[in-house]
């Protein structure tokens, strides 16, 4: 069982940036495949980044070059730099940990577990 606890949003001008991070309980955090989630109201929940292990990390088309996903096994958190923030980066982002990663990054049932979710609001 993983605990997956967000924090890091809030409300943010348009041009600006925020940090989220995601805290994850468990001895065995390195073994899990992350990812970052959001949604929107009236929308359905839609990949944003994801961070295999150490190395590989994938990105949605919309957040590419202004997003970085990162991750500290030391201190079970990942984290989700977003930079240039747009008003349509406003939405609850969740993060999520995959135990058994097939390859399915940026599909939602690839994901065992997931955080209560944070709120991003860009404002103009």
């Known amino acids: 069982q993983v605990q997956l606890v967000e924090s890091g949003g809030g409300l943010v001008q348009a041009g600006g940036s925020l940090r989220l991070s ?3 309980s468990g001895r ?5 495949a992350m990812g970052w989630f959001r949604q929107a109201p009236g ?5 944003v980044a994801a961070i295999v292990w150490s190395a590989s990390t ?3 088309n919309s ?3 202004r997003f970085t996903i990162s991750r500290d096994n030391a201190k079970n958190t990942v984290y989700l730099q977003m930079n240039s923030l747009k008003l349509e ?3 609850v982002y969740y ?3 995959a135990r058994y990663y097939s390859g399915r990054y940026s599909s939602s049932d690839e994901y065992d577990y997931w ?4 709120q991003v609001t860009v404002s103009s």
């Open 95 to 97: 993060c999520a940990a």
């Open 89 to 91: 980066d406003t939405a």
């Open 43 to 47: 929308t359905e929940r839609q990949f």
């Open 28 to 32: 065995t955090f390195s073994a899990y």
């Open 58 to 60: 994938y990105y949605a």
């Open 115 to 118: 955080g209560q979710g944070t």
């Open 63 to 65: 957040v590419k070059g």
């Open 22 to 24: 995601c805290a994850a």
